[in-house]
Nanobody, 119 residues
Framework: QVQLVESGGGLVQAGGSLRLSCAASGSISSIGDMAWYRQAPGKQRELVAQLRTNGMTNYAGSVKGRFTISKDNAKKTGYLQMNSLEPEDTAVYYC?????????????WGQGTQVTVSS
């Protein structure tokens, strides 16, 4: 079965940096678009960044210029580099990937990783 496993979350002071990773495993034949979402307590899930297979990126206005989405096709791993972190960035971060398994395309989600930014 296809799985996305996230890592890299943690506690960081305001102004610091973290890099989140999202590793895909299983019977994967193709990987399409990927994205990162986040959800803070009591808040709606928010699209943070997305990376299309043609290389185009989109970022939420609140993170533009501070976050960078990327991927390593050989490692089947996506990344979210987060710089100049602010307390408002505190949330559970989820990766999403459009992945083709043995035959069918599907949308897969990581299990989430907590990012906490202290003042």
């Amino acid at each position: 079965q296809v799985q996305l496993v996230e890592s890299g979350g943690g506690l960081v002071q305001a102004g610091g940096s973290l890099r989140l990773s999202c590793a895909a495993s299983g019977s994967i034949s193709s990987i399409g678009d990927m994205a990162w979402y986040r959800q803070a307590p009591g808040k709606q899930r928010e699209l943070v960044a997305q990376l299309r297979t043609n290389g185009m990126t989109n970022y939420a206005g609140s993170v533009k210029g501070r976050f960078t989405i990327s991927k390593d096709n050989a490692k089947k791993t996506g990344y979210l580099q987060m710089n100049s972190l602010e307390p408002e960035d505190t949330a559970v971060y989820y990766c999403q990937g459009v992945i083709k398994g043995a035959a069918a395309w599907g949308i897969y989600w990581g299990q989430g990783t907590q990012v906490t930014v202290s003042s």
